[in-house]
């Protein structure tokens, strides 16, 4: 079970994920040992345990088992040279995650990786967070870039987006980010307001789009700025 998959380190957590299977692919499981949780929450006592945990702010960074499953999820349209789009980047984890993912094997990078939080606060934090994982280069290099915006909109100039990954729930399907999922290309996001399941949104090379509900899940509202705060 996911709650038992908490650990005393990084590399047991992984363990315990593979163990339970949530963790399938050796590139998710090379990918996740390589970008340490304790880097991304506030407190240590909690940075592998398999539960959500509060960052500020009004958010949370959600539980290792919820970042493995998007990870699975989204793996086959996460390769060299892919545009990855993280709405809701919050602690910056998933961005570690994702820049790991689409980084060639030896050859030029060529992808990016985009971060787009609401509040400044939290894409300040994000970027020192990945700085202090090792990732102040890549940031630099503009491989990963952290925007402060409103995610619902997505972040067109970088698009379009081989893998979009949504960290709140939003009440549909935002259109805009529909519109900025590459062909071929996959969402992962939390939709519903009481009510909420984790939709795989995939677009065909032909742009037919097509919706599968995988399982539900309980998320902050992915909103504003001001109704955050509140």
Known sequence: MAWRCSASSNSDLIRNLQSSNLVKSPRVAAAMNSVDRAHYVPRKDEAYQDSPASIGFGATISAPHIHAYALENLLPFLQPGSKVLDVGSGSG????????????????????VVGIDHLSGITDLSIKNLKKDGRGDALSRGEIEVVTGDGRKGYPSEGPYSAIHVGAAAPIVPSDLLDQLARPGRMFIPVGTYSQDVLQVDKSSSGEVTTQKLFGVRYIPLTDASEQWS
């Open 93 to 112: 984890y998933l961005l570690g995650c994702f820049h790991e993912l689409i980084s060639g094997d030896g050859r030029p990078f060529d992808g990016k």
